[in-house]
């Protein structure tokens, strides 16, 4: 087999964007995965079959309140295995679409599972038979699997993971999820949505606890307002199967127990790397927890060997976060100028209802962080497009320094708040200031608008409030 420039294992959002960047910049490169299919955990049960179901939750929550917009549409009734058909057919739609850009750019595909093999070597591992590759360099892209909680199996069918929870065959009349970060509060939102009746545990004090404290207080009290149930401060002890289900029991923020029962249990309480096997303990990378250390510019302390994605230690586990550790990991191999990634600079985007959207630090961080802060707010109910949209709930916070009024964060909740994102990574990856920001003029009618106003808000001018 042909020697080549770089060898990547995994072909998830970290790894297939690497490959064809790779072959843009003029690397022989392969990919080996271990699937049949590309695209990994993001494509196939992660990002793109929830945001499918979470579009379709949001059209299904539309047609059920459309005599508000003037419009009468009576028995409305959810056809799960139609919603479910067009999540398949979307996810295997860009999963061929993968495999038609590593044809375009002579990216090699190889099935199998991948190992280093030692310096400048691969092995794959297929139907009990193994193959070395030589290559150049390698890069690790196997990304993460969902964690369990200590004595919780998940069986796939009353205890559930991610992946089950995107094909169960019915919607269930009841559903407990643990953990509300991105993953948990997503799954409430749909499963609430389509008629399930709710609750979510979480073991720290807020919901979304990796967000701007005023973002969590504003998210809890939507989904109250939903009929959502949350426990915060919730310790779970055990989680039971029976006849009809499952039962939940955890400490409460008092410290008491309490049970609770429900048709089916989701774990959302974080993601586990997934390196075992891959042989790192037979390089000079140092691992920590199942998570590898990288530098600047994702390389490890083993010569040519480089890391991305959700292994990487200190690193958001987000697929764009692991596009674009891809990007600037090749360009560096290509011998190409390339900036080192800033973690600050990695927008957060959850897309529950309402959606959350975030980068940089919160007002707490940058206080910690020894910032003179100054802060502003715009609510979206002071927004005409938001109006329009009958969707008044949320806020847009600016964190920016005192002085010279440098934008440190941006945390939005409320209508589109991952699409106005755009505005406030483009001003943080620019080092912008509130009043370079307040001064771009924003079109009219939009909800993005209220961005504007968020940072005209800093210095006391807002507009709309």
């Known amino acids: 087999m042909a020697k080549y420039d770089l060898v990547i294992i995994g072909s998830g959002p970290g790894g297939y964007v690497a490959a064809i960047r790779a072959a843009q910049l003029g690397l022989k490169t392969a990919v080996v995965e271990k699937d049949g299919f590309l695209g990994g955990t993001c494509l196939h049960v992660g990002c793109i079959p929830t ?22 549409v009576k028995d409305v009734k959810v056809d799960w295995a139609a919603v479910l058909a067009r999540k398949d057919k979307i996810v295997k739609k860009h999963s061929k679409g993968i495999e038609f850009l590593f044809r375009k750019h002579k990216v090699e595909s190889i099935q199998g599972w991948g190992r280093v093999a030692g310096p400048g070597k691969v092995s794959v591992e297929k139907d009990g038979k193994t193959t070395e590759i ?19 199996e998940i069986d796939g069918k009353v205890v559930l993971s991610n992946r089950e929870i995107l094909s169960l065959k019915e919607l269930p009349k009841s559903l407990i999820v643990v953990g509300a970060g991105a993953v948990g509060v997503e799954f409430a939102s749909i499963y609430k949505e389509f008629g399930s009746e709710v609750t979510l545990l979480e073991m720290l004090p807020r919901v ?14 939507a989904f109250r307002k939903k009929g959502i149930t949350i426990h915060t401060g919730a310790l779970v002890e055990s989680v039971k199967k029976d006849a009809k289900g499952a039962s939940v029991t955890f400490k409460d923020k008092d410290g008491k127990s309490q049970t609770l029962a429900a048709e089916k249990v989701l774990i959302a309480v974080g993601r586990r790397p997934m390196t075992e096997g891959l042989n790192l303990e037979k390089t000079k990378a140092k691992v920590e927890r199942g998570f590898v250390h990288a530098g600047p510019y994702m390389e490890t302390a083993e010569p040519r060997l480089y890391v991305i994605g959700d292994i990487v230690a200190g690193m958001p586990q987000l697929a764009h976060a692991a596009s674009m550790e891809g990007i600037v990991a090749v360009t560096k191999m290509a011998g190409k100028p390339a900036p080192a990634l800033d973690r600050n600079r990695i ?7 309402p959606q959350i959207g975030s980068i940089g630090l919160s007002e707490k961080a940058a206080r910690d962080a020894g910032h003179k802060v100054k802060v502003g707010k715009f609510p979206f109910a002071g927004n005409s497009k938001a109006t329009i949209l009958g969707a008044h709930e949320g806020f847009i916070k600016i964190v920016a320094e005192e002085k010279y009024g440098e934008v440190l964060g941006v945390h939005i909740i409320g209508p589109f708040a991952t699409e106005i994102l755009a505005e406030a990574t483009t001003a943080l990856q620019l080092e912008a200031t509130v009043d370079d920001m307040m001064f771009m003029s924003h079109a009219h009618p939009t909800v993005w608008e209220a961005l504007g106003d968020a940072f005209a808000s800093v210095r006391g001018m807002s507009i709309n409030a």
């Open 208 to 221: 979304v606890p990796l967000e701007d404290e005023e973002i969590s207080a504003e998210l809890d009290k």
């Open 51 to 72: 945001k499918v179901l979470l579009h379709h939750a949001e059209i299904y929550h539309q047609l059920k309140n459309a005599a508000e917009y003037g419009f009468e």
């Open 347 to 353: 927008p957060n985007a959850t897309y529950c209802e």
């Open 134 to 152: 030589e290559t150049t360099n390698i890069l690790l892209a196997t990304g993460s699997e969902a964690r369990s909680l200590p004595g919780v």
